[in-house]
């Protein structure tokens, strides 16, 4: 069963970088596309980007200057980092696989509340 | 970028009731739509991709369909367990979602 789980602080201040984990189980993290996604409070998601085995990237130009995906695929985790916060990001973070195939986010992590606040 | 207009953004439904919402796409999307139902707190869980496929799992009560720029999902007869909202994504492009619609 593929499990994702994220991981990171549900805390952080403006201007500051946001840092989070996901942690992939039940599926080859040398396959497939991994994103991260996330829903501001009472709004539809955003896709925020994925990376692919061997780095391959590709970033919602809304927020590209200020994002960074990248995989370890020893620990089978795959990270966000999002920088220059404000409270614009306040969101709940979600990570997800992208299946290429069928074009389309078949499984979620739980996802994580991250608050921007002083 | 391409904008994806759910309609309505909320309705009122009762169980066994047939149950419709409509996705509409600003640009050509082909059949590359996905729907998803979110209930609160939780993550979206797919239910149907390219327009019209249904994900593994998902009861056949689902159904969606494609004419043009407009999509719709259906439920044949609402159960307690489908008071949710449904988002629909774009998957041609900039993977975009809709603002949804709520079901209760």
């Known amino acids: 069963q593929v499990q994702l789980q994220e991981s990171g602080p549900g805390l952080v201040k403006p201007s500051e970088t946001l840092s989070l984990t996901c942690t992939v189980s039940?599926?080859?993290?040398?396959?497939?596309?991994w994103s991260w996604i996330r829903q501001p409070p009472g709004k539809g998601p955003e896709w925020i980007g994925y990376i692919y085995y061997g780095g391959d990237t590709k970033y919602n130009p809304s927020l590209r200057s200020r994002v960074t995906i990248s995989l370890d695929t020893s620990k089978s985790q795959f990270s966000l980092r999002l920088a220059s916060m404000t409270a614009a990001d306040t969101a709940v973070y979600y990570c997800?696989?992208?299946?290429?195939?069928?074009?389309?986010?078949?499984?979620w992590g739980q996802g994580l509340l991250v608050t921007v606040s002083a | 970028d391409i904008q994806m207009t759910q309609s309505p953004s909320s309705l009122s439904a009762s169980v066994g009731d047939r149950v419709t919402i409509t996705c509409r796409a600003s640009q050509s999307i082909r059949t590359y739509l996905n729907w998803y139902q979110q209930k609160p707190g939780k993550a979206p869980k797919l239910l149907i991709y390219a327009a019209s496929r249904l994900h593994s799992g998902v009861p056949s009560r689902f159904s969606g369909s494609a004419s043009g720029p407009d999509f719709t999902l259906t439920i044949s007869s609402l159960q307690p367990d489908d008071f949710a909202t449904y988002y629909c994504q774009e998957s041609h492009t900039s993977l975009t979602f809709g603002g949804g619609t709520r079901v209760e």
């Open positions: 039940g599926s080859s993290i040398s396959s497939y596309y």
């Open positions: 997800a696989r992208w299946d290429d195939y069928g074009d389309r986010f078949d499984y």
